[in-house]
């Protein structure tokens, strides 16, 4: 056990560097999906990201986790520290516990508009490889650390189990987003311990819903346990689109553009993000206070006949009411659509065309219902409102 952590800054470069060169080659040799943006420049800038990272850890915190477990343990700090276990369990447990960790601030990440444009960056990537796994914005990982230490501290987590655990999450973050082809049977059969490269994969789907799913990196337990698991993208893997919508030019997988991406994505809400993935409880109150306020001679379109209509030639202009932070955020927008919020809805609309229909779009119903009334009081006609939104429209 001393003589890991004795070695500790060997063991982590050669498995870094290890399992990163076992992947690559695998990516070379059985890819599962052609990469868009050329190799090059996706490897340097997330390379990049990751000496970015790794120097303003080593300036932030004098002490790492590692460093942190063993001066609880001297100190006597921590549930693990206070109570007398066999050795072996404590380790077992805490890494489990550290594992559910993860997934937990992982799913916060995704929840909290604040900490969702950090973590943003990680999903900004438009291909998906063993770099994206490495791909983290530096402020992501100050925070991520943050959070670590005191967990270990108020858990009195053993040094080794940091160790082990630390070196396995970077394994298999590499191994859980590499780009490789792995025989179905053999994906089905780990995934019942493992988070699989197909199964991660759905996470970094621009459907918002399948972004929101599949928040696990090492065991696949916790999705499956407390309900985030989604088996297969829905378009396939394929054919789906990786990355998020707001984000689609090789331009932004520059490092100063990864850098800044958190002041220029838009901030996530629960409402934004995870609220699309179901939300039935909070979607009643506007519901009801529709039926009392009934949006009156104003048509209302369902998400299957705009899809419709959108493909032939009588498209409809469509205009989302959100705001550009929710234009923006991970709920994604409709292809072509214009995002003219509410409050300057009249300000910023061309005179009333003939016989072209305008679709309105907001997050559920309520907005593009009052702009429907605007638009109609100043002489549109032809208004409809999309049902149920974007909140329907990510879960079309
Ligand atoms: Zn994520």
Redesign the pocket.
């Known amino acids: 056990m001393n003589t890991l952590l004795q070695n500790e800054p060997a063991i982590r470069l050669t498995v870094f560097l290890g399992v990163l060169t076992t992947m690559a080659m695998l990516e070379l040799a059985a890819p599962r999906r052609r990469l868009e943006i050329p190799r090059i420049v996706r490897w340097s800038n997330n390379l990049g990201l990751v000496v970015i990272d790794t120097i303003l850890v080593r300036l932030f915190f004098p002490v790492a986790a590692v460093g942190m477990a063993i001066i609880a343990a001297q100190n006597g700090w921590g549930l693990f520290n206070m109570v007398s276990l066999p050795a072996g369990l404590v380790v077992l447990v805490s890494i489990l516990l550290l594992d559910l960790a993860i997934y937990v601030q992982?799913v916060v990440?995704?929840f909290v508009p604040f900490l969702w444009r950090l973590?943003l960056v990680?999903?900004t990537d438009q291909d998906f490889d063993v770099t994206t796994g490495l791909r983290f914005h530096p402020l992501e990982i100050l925070v991520s650390m943050a959070i670590k230490l005191a967990f270990v501290v108020l858990l009195g987590v053993p040094a080794v189990a940091v160790l082990v655990f630390e070196i396995a999450l970077n394994a298999t973050a590499m191994f859980n987003h590499a780009n490789i082809r792995i025989p179905a049977r053999v994906d089905q059969a780990l995934r019942f311990f493992i988070v699989t490269p197909d199964m991660h994969r759905v996470?970094?789907s621009v459907r918002p819903v399948e972004?929101n799913s599949n928040?696990g990196f090492n065991l696949s337990w916790w999705d499956h346990l407390l309900g985030t698991y989604r088996a297969q993208p829905e378009d396939g893997h394929d054919k789906m689109g990786i990355g998020l919508a707001q984000f689609r030019s090789q331009r932004d997988q520059g490092l100063d553009r990864m850098l800044l991406q958190p002041l220029l994505g838009g901030g996530s809400t629960r409402a934004k993000g995870l609220m699309c993935a179901g939300d039935a409880d909070i979607a009643i109150l506007p519901r009801l206070r529709k039926r009392f306020q009934p949006v009156q001679a104003t048509d209302w379109i369902t998400v299957e006949e705009l899809s419709k209509l959108m493909e032939t030639d009588n498209a409809p202009v469509i205009i989302d009411v959100r705001e550009p932070d929710e234009f923006g955020g991970p709920m994604g927008a409709i292809p072509g659509s214009r995002n003219v919020p509410l409050g300057v809805l009249l300000d910023q609309l061309p005179e009333p065309e003939k016989d072209v229909s305008i679709v309105l779009v907001c997050r559920t119903d309520k907005r593009s219902a009052k702009g429907a009334s605007l638009l109609k009081a100043v002489g549109f006609s032809g208004i409809s409102i999309l049902k149920g939104g974007m909140r329907q429209w990510c879960n079309r």
């Open positions: 992982h990440f995704h973590h990680h999903h996470h970094h972004t928040f």
